[in-house]
């Protein structure tokens, strides 16, 4: 079973504008990642935030994370036709050594130009 | 090479054949998962190798799945008597052990007719 669930399954967008997609999940985690899929293709790792973090920014994108909701936000900042994906988030909960890592369902956001 | 390789990128075998898919993780990576993801889903755990072992094999569906990953580096996912609804693209994704960022091969397309 999926430990993530992302909100919204699809979204479609103006290019320019700002994208923002939401994951839940059920346990409690050490930490959390965003991965984007271009169809057909190979995952690509963007961000990872730790547990004990509540934001993070790399470029365009910015993550938050609340572990009182279970809860974690991708967020796109002026959207390009290329950022055009499935995106997904994964989280870490293991508690051994070993390291689990769950994808959820996923969001495909689509920019129209 | 300088990412994961999964062979071959397409198989299509017929119903109760034997099936074996290969990756080859990025060297230096002792951490190395296996993903089944169907159409519009996201990746569905199988199974983690830390170094040779299996850390955690909670996610194959039943015996009629095995992975190896004798020297620590390649593996091979095993599929035996291979059913219709074992149809999917299997990922395959090394990581460097605690970091946690998966880096993804392009998946081995697998249809069952």
């Known amino acids: 079973s999926q430990q993530g669930e992302e909100d919204p399954q699809a979204l479609s967008i103006q290019e320019g504008e700002n994208a923002t997609m939401n994951c839940s999940y059920k346990?409690?985690?050490?930490?959390l990642q965003w991965y984007r899929q271009n169809s057909g293709r190979g995952l690509v790792h963007l961000i990872l935030?730790?547990?004990?973090?509540r934001e993070k920014h790399s470029g365009r994108l910015r993550v938050t994370l609340d572990t009182s909701k279970k809860s974690s936000s991708l967020l796109i900042t002026a959207s390009r036709a290329a950022d055009t994906a499935s995106y997904f988030c994964?989280?870490?909960?293991?508690?051994?050594?070993?390291?689990?890592?769950?994808f959820g369902s996923g969001t495909r956001l689509s920019i129209r130009p | 090479g300088a990412g994961v390789s999964q062979t071959p990128s397409n198989k299509v075998t017929e119903k109760g054949k034997y099936v074996e898919l290969r990756c080859d993780p990025i060297?230096?990576?002792?951490?190395l998962y296996w993903y089944r993801q169907s159409l519009g889903q996201g990746p569905e755990f199988l199974i983690y190798?830390?170094?040779?072992?299996?850390?955690?094999d909670s996610g194959l569906p039943n015996d009629r799945f095995f992975a190896v990953r004798p020297e620590g580096s390649v593996s091979t996912l095993k599929i035996q008597r291979t059913e219709r609804g074992d149809s999917a693209v299997y990922l395959c994704?090394?990581?460097?052990?605690?970091?946690?960022?998966?880096?993804f091969g392009e998946g081995s397309r697998l249809t069952v007719l």
């Open positions: 994964a989280t870490d909960w293991s508690r051994s050594s070993a390291s689990k890592i769950i």
């Open positions: 935030i730790r547990s004990n973090e």
């Open positions: 346990t409690s985690i050490n930490n």
């Open positions: 994704a090394s990581a460097l052990a605690g970091t946690g960022e998966l880096f």
């Open positions: 190798f830390q170094g040779t072992g299996a850390a955690d």
């Open positions: 060297s230096g990576h002792t951490a």
